[in-house]
């Protein structure tokens, strides 16, 4: 069933402005993006056994339709992907004992950002849900261990990793070049781009009337890479990192920044979730 997300901050304007008689803003997301992207499931680079195991069930997820039936759950659609190669030709080690590790201790900790909708977040009960959530557990599941999701500072994610404390980072974290030199990935799964999202009343149309805005983002993401790279970078007048994405959209609907550069993945989902509650 799909879960809804709270943000205290968009309910106390909705309040004000139903007792003043306002009409509460709007918010959409522009027709120019960022960049496009997927998402996949990281590991340690030597850990391929775990890896390709992990893939193994993803792949069986989605030749017998358990994949899709949650993707439906929380996108309304089947919006996985199927048929992409492997983004590394590999075969374990011989002294691979990755999978083994998992399967001896039975658990597989999964590193996430908890409030990162609809991938990964605490839903109305302080419960960790999610379209990741799901499928790590079935994967884990069949893997014949349970998933233990450990929130992590995402900024820190290949800290975290590395040191072990996790066994994956698995919560719509997108494949870049960067991110494949330092951790193993088997196939994207997920197909993303970078989108701006504006308050309706701000004017804001293009990307290219960005110059002279703030912009607010998610510190260690993609979106931080994909405005960095785009030429309105210069033109932009400052832009804020913040933990996490719901911050940054409430800091948006606080008038504390003019635009919001964010996935599209968790920008549509809070866009849908904005108006429902209208």
């Known amino acids: 069933m799909k879960k809804t997300i709270a943000f205290a901050l968009a309910l106390t304007l909705l309040t004000c402005c139903a007792a003043c008689g306002a009409q509460p803003d709007t918010y959409k997301a522009l027709s120019d ?42 996108f309304g659609r089947d919006a996985l992907l199927r048929d992409r190669a492997l983004l590394e030709e590999e075969s374990p080690a011989a002294d691979d004992g990755s999978l083994d590790a998992v399967l001896e201790k039975g658990t597989l900790v999964v590193g996430l950002d908890d409030s990162y ?9 302080n419960e960790i849900a999610g379209l990741d959530i ?11 261990v ?13 800290l975290e990793l590395a040191a072990g404390k996790i066994d994956c980072i698995w919560n719509g ?23 701006i999202i504006v308050s309706d009343a701000s004017g804001i149309q293009k990307k290219a ?10 510190k260690g993401s993609s979106s931080l890479d994909a405005l960095e790279s785009d030429p309105i970078r210069a033109q ?21 920044i ?14 849908a979730q904005e108006k429902a509650a209208q």
């Open 33 to 74: 993006t960022l960049a496009a992207e997927e998402y996949g499931v990281g590991f340690r680079n030597e850990d391929v056994a775990l890896g390709l195991a992990v893939q193994g069930c993803m792949d069986e997820m989605l030749t017998d339709g358990t994949a899709e039936k949650i993707s439906m759950q929380w």
């Open 117 to 125: 909708p609809p991938m990964g977040f605490r839903d109305e009960n």
């Open 134 to 144: 799901y499928l790590a557990n079935e994967v884990a599941r069949r893997l014949g």
């Open 146 to 158: 349970t998933a233990v999701f450990t929130p992590i500072d995402w900024d820190a994610k290949e």
């Open 173 to 195: 974290m997108t494949i870049t070049e960067g991110r494949l030199d330092s951790m193993f990935f088997a196939r994207p799964y997920v197909a993303n781009e970078q989108i």
């Open 209 to 218: 009337d960005l110059a002279g805005k703030k912009v607010g983002l998610q």
């Open 236 to 256: 932009v007048a400052s832009v804020t990192e913040y933990p996490d994405n719901v911050s940054a959209y409430t800091d948006l609907k606080a008038g504390r």
């Open 258 to 271: 003019d635009a919001l550069v964010i996935d599209s993945v968790v920008g549509d989902y809070l866009l």
